[in-house]
């Protein structure tokens, strides 16, 4: 007997696949999303995972505004692309200018601002309303691998590149305060939290800790036996997270009388490979857990205190290049070499 089925609404939600028939795919004009029924919801998202699509390249970096309302991501498109967090994930502007692939971005603390480093051999200084470039900070003679920016006090930016040099910047002028000859091309580079310090990972393996005032070498780090790609400072500015081509994650102690091995975690289970993308690494807001970039499409979040992996995630189609944690809800985002940006809820 044939039973004739009932006709679908419009608007109704279509099983995926017939294996596991709990999860369902609900599509926006160009963002998707994809919701398992039974899930427990712990973020205001859309859905558990948001898949958020538009760029011509691979995304090397990704950050949410620190209010958490939008999120920014761009890479070798040299475009910076705006996202809405909520709601379809709309995106909001695309920022045009730089000539050449753009490594690394960040927000201003107040989120007034994006700052960027790109292989046009510029940093630029780019207004989040407008989505207009204010300034193009010209000093480095080559691809700018990294730029970070001082937490509080005067906004100052560091930014480190393969002319083997870290360089500061004072947002109020064009040219560099201060240049630091580093001996080998740096790949990340970060401010401690009062902004007096500078550490730098580059291709020699060593993470360098630099005055600020002397402009010199306080100490090194020593650890990680090869490239550093990522550094981020903790939430409390007590610790420093690195990430290296030797396929370990590691938390260092830079509090200023800690004992000589400050290396106090080491984590494993991502992968670097040929590719050599710089793969950088975050800390979630309350410190408890820590992620990475992985070239082997997984996403990888570790807890902090056990050094157990918390999560592997699936969904890329190439190499986790950058991730970031959201300011006050258990959100993830991940921006990857297919082009492609992942938001997703945790437990």
């Not at 609900?26 to 205001?44: H, L, Q």
């Not at 081509?245 to 260092?252: K, V």
Request: hydrophobic share 35%; with cysteine; charged share 20%.
């Amino acid at each position: 007997m044939v039973v004739e089925k009932r006709k679908a609404d419009e608007s109704a939600l279509v099983p995926v696949n017939k294996k596991s028939r709990n999860e369902v795919v609900a599509s926006s004009s160009k963002n998707k999303a994809v919701t398992p029924t039974t899930t427990v919801r712990t973020s205001n998202l859309f859905a558990p995972i948001m898949l958020l699509e538009g760029h011509e390249g691979e995304i090397f970096t990704i950050e949410f505004h620190p209010e958490g309302q939008y999120l920014a991501s761009s890479g070798f498109d040299r475009k910076i692309f705006l996202w809405s967090v909520y709601g379809e994930c709309e995106n909001l502007s695309v920022m045009t200018g730089h000539t050449g692939a753009v490594m690394e971005h960040h927000f201003s603390p107040d989120g007034g601002h994006i700052f960027t480093a790109s292989t046009d051999h510029t940093l630029g200084l780019w207004d989040v309303i407008t989505g207009q470039r204010i300034k193009k900070f010209k000093g480095h003679t080559t691809f700018v691998n990294t730029v970070q920016g001082t937490r509080r006090g005067p906004h100052t930016l560091v930014s480190g590149g393969d002319d083997s040099t870290v360089r500061m910047w004072d947002i109020r002028k064009r040219n560099n305060v201060t240049s630091i000859n580093s001996t080998y091309q740096v790949t990340a580079c970060t401010f401690n939290d009062t902004g007096e310090q500078i550490f730098s990972g580059g291709i020699d393996n060593d993470i360098k800790v630099w005055d600020v005032r002397k402009n010199e070498i306080l100490y090194t780090m020593r650890g990680h036996t090869d490239t550093v790609t990522g550094l981020s400072l903790s939430p409390d500015g007590s610790y420093l997270l690195s990430n290296a081509m030797d396929n370990t994650l590691r938390i260092w102690d830079i509090r200023p009388y800690a004992p000589q091995e400050r290396c106090v975690k080491i984590f494993s289970g991502h992968q670097h490979n040929f590719e050599k993308n710089l793969l950088r690494c975050a800390w979630s807001a309350d410190g408890s857990k820590v992620s990475a970039g992985s070239a082997d499409r997984f996403m990888y979040i570790w807890d902090t205190t056990t050094r157990r992996i918390l999560y592997k995630l699936p969904g890329h189609n190439g190499s986790v290049n950058d991730i970031d944690f959201h300011s006050n809800e258990p959100i993830i985002v991940s921006g990857s070499s297919d082009k492609q940006i992942y938001l997703g809820e945790i437990e």
